[in-house]
């Protein structure tokens, strides 16, 4: 229900192809509004909270970023230091009326639904794009061994803005495992 309501939130205020910033720890509410982002026709870019405000804000506009999604923790340092780009609390996305599944953005396999940012080898990072159709091929071959029902939980200790973070949530999700999440092993 959260999922549809942070997409409501999107749909309501006409929000669709833009590229929407996810920036904040690992958490549920992280999850929620990237799967709301895509969901809702946009695309998501994400962010290392962590890194220092030039960065992040050449990565805002290297990526074209219209909005940044964030925890309370983030969202004042965002607020204030991010130029040209509106900053929403976690909390205000799901303050909205749920919308229905048949209203969520019917994503095309050609559709990019992410970007990430390298991790910057050759001097600075660059934003990779990926299309649903590159998130779907991961599935199959990466969840694999998820398949045992002896595997009940999945502790996910990477930051989600890796692609090895979103890909294990993506992957345990397909394969209805719980996910643990924190702030550390």
Same mark, same amino acid.
């Given at each position: ?20 910033? =996810? ?64 900053? =929403? ?43 649903? +159709? +590159? ?8 969840? =694999? ?41």
């Amino acid at each position: 229900k959260d999922i549809l309501c942070a997409a409501g939130y999107f749909l309501s205020r006409n929000i669709k192809h833009q590229h929407i910033s =996810v920036m904040a720890p690992n958490s549920y509410d992280w999850l929620v509004t990237y799967f709301a982002v895509i969901g809702s026709g946009n695309i998501a870019v994400l962010m290392n909270q962590d890194l220092p405000a030039d960065i992040l804000q050449w990565q805002c506009d290297k990526a074209d970023v219209s909005m940044v999604c964030t925890d309370q923790e983030v969202f004042e340092l965002a607020k204030e230091n991010l130029i040209g780009v509106e900053c =929403v609390c976690f909390e205000e996305l799901k303050s909205d009326a749920a919308i229905t599944v048949d209203m969520l953005y019917d994503t095309q396999e050609e559709d990019t639904i992410q970007m990430l940012f390298t991790s910057g080898t050759t001097g600075k990072s660059k934003a990779v794009e990926h299309s649903a +159709n +590159n998130w779907k091929n991961v599935m199959p071959t990466h969840g =694999v061994r998820l398949k045992s029902e002896k595997v009940e939980r999945v502790c996910i200790p990477v930051p989600f803005y890796h692609s090895l973070g979103l890909e294990s949530v993506s992957v345990s999700l397909f394969n209805a495992k719980t996910i643990c999440i924190g702030r550390g092993i």
